[in-house]
């Protein structure tokens, strides 16, 4: 093995349950490791954090000299998630006018009592079964409902945006070599398909708003604020999935993390308190999201080596959170963890939009979910990833509306 296939080793599905063994290597390697297919690894708490705040860094795939394996089509703009300054930010103000702080300060918290609400129906759905699969049953509907609840979308078509979802998740998980075509076509069809029914929902809102952030998104009353039709599909199928496939798997990793320390556990459910310090460790300890891609404007110079313009940087986000140089015993859960500027929703400018409203439902989930498992026990550790569990399923047909 050589440090040049370390992003190959780490992405591969054998050592997906337990990467950071590899984390390491690649700390040890160096701040930043060129790998055989040309990109750069970045594994290293500092240097991904100036990364994520340098200007001459882009998020946008299309700043790649060669893109052909691009999910977005010829022409398409990338939701503002996957744009640079200034459209990134002129999109990402008026995306946040009516989800959060200044203008819609109370929204996302006055969702607590419907998160709460759902939680409880998902585990009444579940408490007299010897054996119940997390994902499925829990950690999956709990965010996608919360969200299509935060749109306005009718409860009738939920199970149409958990199949998109499936769709739109298993196309971002892509392994090294795979012939990505079918799964990008898939991909796309799902895609316009919810932006779609988004757009249509919307419309409809026009002239019956309600208290939804689509509502919200097509009855703003400055001309210059509003979202373009395209703008507000993106805006809203980019709400939808980032707001739910990090939750899932920061709901899932908790319960994992919690089940293998039961002294952890056992200190969390005597001192309910520390809640919301142990979500924000497990962010650290087992982020949602372990890397983000970029592309550099120019050659910037990092800790002895030059990253070209256009190349490909991978931040190792995971890496950084369990870097020793900015951590104290890294490799440890600790709940009560002072100072912890951890990159588990990244950070700049592309700061996780859904942030406060993903703390909000891991809180109320492990809250309600740690007195229930001190009897519990994992059926098989490591869990088997989501590729094993379930092949992805096709796009759902549009729903059919009388006009």
């Known amino acids: 093995m050589t440090e040049d296939t370390l992003l190959e080793r780490i992405t591969d599905y054998a050592n997906r349950p337990d990467p950071y063994p590899l984390y390491a290597e690649l700390r040890e390697a160096g701040p930043v490791v060129r790998q055989a297919d040309g990109s750069y ?15 001459r860094i882009s998020a946008d795939p299309r700043s790649r000299p060669a893109s052909a394996g691009d999910l977005y089509e010829e022409g398409a703009q990338p939701p503002f998630l996957r744009l640079d300054d200034p459209e990134h930010h002129r999109l990402r103000t008026l995306a946040m006018r009516p989800f959060g702080p200044p203008h819609s300060p109370g929204r996302v918290d006055a969702m607590r009592g419907q998160i709460a609400d759902i939680t409880r129906e998902l585990l009444q759905g579940f408490r007299d079964r010897e054996q119940i699969d997390i994902v499925d049953d829990f950690a999956y509907p709990l965010p996608v409902t919360v969200i299509c609840r935060l749109l306005g979308v009718p409860r009738e078509d939920e199970p149409l945006f958990r199949e998109w979802s499936d769709v739109l998740v298993a196309g971002a998980d892509v392994k090294p070599g795979e012939d990505t075509t079918e799964r990008n076509q898939a991909t796309q069809q799902a895609r316009a398909e919810m932006g779609r029914y988004l ?8 002239t019956h708003p309600s208290d939804d952030l689509l509502s919200a ?15 507000l599909a993106q805006t809203a199928v980019l709400l939808l999935i980032a707001g739910h496939e990090t939750t899932v798997n920061l709901i899932t990793n908790g319960v994992l993390t919690l089940l293998r320390q039961p002294d952890q556990l056992d200190r969390l459910r005597r001192e309910p308190g520390l809640l919301p310090s142990a ?7 087992e982020p949602p999201v ?27 986000l995971a890496s950084g959170n369990r870097d020793p140089k900015r951590f104290h015993d890294p490799d440890r859960f600790e709940p009560a963890r002072p100072d912890n500027q951890h990159l588990g929703f990244g950070s700049g400018i592309h700061l996780c939009y859904g942030g406060p409203l993903a703390r909000i439902e891991a809180q109320t989930a492990l809250g309600a979910l740690i007195p229930l498992l001190g009897t519990a026990a994992l059926v098989q550790d490591p869990p088997p990833l989501p590729a094993e569990r379930h092949a992805p399923r096709p796009p759902p047909p549009p729903p059919r509306r009388d006009q």
């Open 290 to 316: 372990h890397m983000r891609e970029r592309i550099p404007l120019a050659d910037i110079g990092l800790a002895g080596t030059t990253l070209p313009t256009g190349s490909t940087v991978v931040l190792a």
């Open 279 to 285: 979500v924000e460790e497990l962010l650290r300890y």
């Open 41 to 55: 690894l970045v594994g290293t708490y500092h240097e991904i954090a100036a990364l994520l705040h340098d200007p």
């Open 199 to 206: 757009l249509d929902l919307a419309e409809r809102r026009r």
């Open 217 to 231: 998104f097509v009855n703003e009353p400055d001309p210059a604020l509003r979202l373009t039709r395209e703008e």
